[in-house]
């Protein structure tokens, strides 16, 4: 009699206590991704804008190709922006969210010599190469030479990416190589994975369409994402496939 009523004060069975990775513990973990990426991303661009603002008062001009000594002396900033987004990339993937200004300050700070002189390699090649389009252009010898300066200016400007990306990597793993050397294995990295090359590419070429219609929303919402995908690419394709000597 006893253990009956002791049955029914306990009250009708439970069912199982809920799974601790349910819908809802998975639906608050992409939010949070979601929003941690948000944040990563308008920081970042706030950033770029900042380090950035040089080139971007000659960019955003009437005439700025009238105005290309100003684009060529400021171009270089380019480089340790890209450094200090890839460095806060980076600690996004590593960590989760966190905070993105101080590991992109951090990076860029790092960076900026190394990132200073890759970029500026980069130009002045890049300043080669347009010379020399427009010196050819119209000739008969144009016809071959065009498409030869265009390929090498293509591959200058992912060698630069990969490069930039080598110098804001966490690891340190390329710290101690020379800048020179450094472009040259950025573009030997680069040329081996050429589809990643072609999909940087294609995402730069994005970022510039939207700067160029629309450069308040470029520059405050799609700067970030499409650079998060030129550094995945770029880190991609440092890591060393079978055969390499370097890790």
Known sequence: MASSTAARSAGPPQGPAPEPGGPAATAGTVFTALFGFAHLALVTNLALVVVTAPF??????????????AL???APLLGPALVGAAGAFADHAADGPGAPLRAFARAWWRGLRRGLAVAALVVAALAVLVVDVVAVWGLRAGAVAVPVLVVLAVLVVVTGLVALVAVADPAGRWAGVAVPRLLLLAAVRAVRRWYLAAASLAALGVLVTAVATSPVLALGLATAPVLYVVWAGCRFAL?????????
Do not use: H
């Open 56 to 69: 971007l008062l000659v960019v955003l001009s009437e005439r700025p190709l009238a105005s290309w000594p």
């Open 72 to 74: 060529v002396v400021t």
């Open 239 to 247: 890591e060393p496939s079978p055969g390499d000597g370097r890790g």
